[in-house]
Structure formats: structure tokens, C-alpha cells
């Protein structure tokens, strides 16, 4: 409820008049994919919506999306009801490091945001919650922590269970460093799966692939692959 009136009792003859502005906040927060960025390609969310794409650990059978060192997806998330209760969609990454390291993982979202970086190695049953963090529509935030060779997770999702409609975008980044100088997938190392994306990539600007960081994939970076 918002209300006006008058701050004194007496003197103001009945029919005086006011003006009122109501400032929600200022503008919305609206983001666009940035260019080279991975679509995640999830299914919209909606009433009674189950998750079998990314959901992870909460999904009925676990399912979780490759995710490689150095890669942004640029995603979407919402909440909803399923069967009269409140839920947000949750989206988990997957990747096995080849070796430890400091990771970082974040960016912004349309929606209060928030992020897990989590050690995997012990299965969902088992899972180690490393860092977490959130962060306002729209605001910056980026989480590290130092993972171990394995599986890990990168969590992201509202940090709220309802107001948010299902679409809304989200971008996050995990950063990192590659073993290998031609580890494309940022499996910890090169082999025919990294020779395959780089050949799909090539004559783009694909940030995984241009592994020289010219603006281009070419045979400059075939050839930093195969040495």
C-alpha cells in the first residue's frame, strides 16, 4: 500500500489537490547474450515443469550440462509451481578437472542471482558446496574457489522461489586455466575431441577454438593444436 494526505490537521480546505509520483526503482534490468557465448538451450519453465535437461542433483535422475574452462552461457531461469508449491529452475554445469586449480565462476542476471561452484567427486549424495554468492538483478558477481582434480558443478538460478518469470537470461563465465595449450573442451587435455571443435569453429571468432587470441580460427591455431 502506498498513501498522501495532508501532514497537519487543519486549514486545508476539502477538495485541495496533490501530485504523487510512485518510483518503482529505476529501469529494468535487460541483458543480451554477448557475442561467442553458449546458448543453453534448456526448455522454458512453467507451471508443473520438470526438469530433464540441466537439473542436476534436483532433478529425479541427474542430469548436468558440459560446461569447459573459459566458456560463458548465457542461459535462462524463472520460477513456477509444481504440484501448488514454489520452485526455480536450477541449472548445473558439470566438468572434470584434470588437475587442481583456482576457478571462478559468475556474471549477471536478470533476476537476484546466485551461484555455487561444488565438488562433485562425491556424487550428489556426497556433494561439497565450495563457495556460493548472490547478487541483485543486473549487479556483478563472480565467486572463486580452489577445486581438486574431478568432478565438479557450477550452479546457477534466482536466489528467490517466485517473481520471476521463466526466460528470463542469465549470464555466467567459468574461468580457468587450461592444461593444454590446444585443450579446447577444457578437459585437461588435447586429444580428437578438441581437433573436432576446432575444425567445426573454424573461419569464426570462437574464443575456445582461437587459441592464439587473434580474432580468428585458422590454421595458426590448428597448428598450436597439433605441436
Known sequence: ???????????????????????????????????????????????????????GCNSAVPVFQPISINETICGESGTFTFQGSNYRDTDWFEIDFASAQTVTWGGQAEFPFLVFIIDGTGGCGGLVILNSGTAGPCEELVISADVTAG??????????????????????????????????????????????????????????????NSGLVDVDDLLLLLA
Open 1 to 55: 500500500w502506498t498513501g498522501a494526505g495532508p501532514s497537519v490537521f487543519a486549514d486545508i480546505p476539502c477538495g485541495a489537490g496533490y501530485w504523487a509520483e510512485l518510483d518503482c526503482g529505476g529501469d529494468p534490468c535487460e541483458l543480451e547474450c554477448p557475442p561467442g557465448s553458449t546458448p543453453e538451450n534448456e526448455p522454458p519453465c512453467g507451471p508443473d515443469y520438470e526438469d530433464f535437461y540441466n537439473g
Open 151 to 212: 568432478v565438479h558443478w557450477m550452479w546457477a538460478g534466482p536466489s528467490v522461489f517466485t517473481g520471476v518469470d521463466c526466460g528470463a537470461l542469465y549470464i555466467s563465465t567459468l574461468g580457468g586455466e587450461s592444461a593444454c595449450a590446444g585443450d579446447v573442451d577444457g578437459d585437461g587435455d588435447t586429444d580428437v575431441d578438441d581437433l573436432l571443435l576446432l575444425l567445426a569453429a573454424w573461419g569464426t571468432s570462437n574464443p575456445d577454438a582461437d587459441l592464439n
